[in-house]
């Protein structure tokens, strides 16, 4: 078995958080989700699990980061072109945009933050020149 990521978001309103996801082109599970819950699909092995703030709290015993960025989660894409598109979507979702992107050599990025303020970087790297 593959190993599995589940990024843990406190949210305002899943619901809005919810259709944000899905406006970059994610689905939901409905088996994972509920009133005070969302299971986003990203992939088959990465999802987001967005959370009202109390059902979050359920998992942790400290305090809640608020209006600070306590983790930044980065998204890889295939191509440049596929950073901006799914930065663009992003930003049409209600997101809102953290920088300006960004080249380095064979890596190209850009980030966003969700409705919520959670940040997230999207990177490309063209391998071939990266690993010579």
Known sequence: MSRMIFVN???ADVARSTAFYAGLGFTVNPTYSDQRTSCIVVSDTIFVMVMTRDRFADFSTRPI???ST???NCLTCDSRQQVDDLVGRALAAGGSALREPMSD???YGHSFADPDGHAWEVMSMDLDVAVR
Do not use: K, Q, R, T
């Open 105 to 107: 050599g064979p890596m």
């Open 65 to 67: 980061a608020d209006d």
């Open 9 to 11: 978001l406190p949210v």
């Open 70 to 72: 306590e983790v930044i």
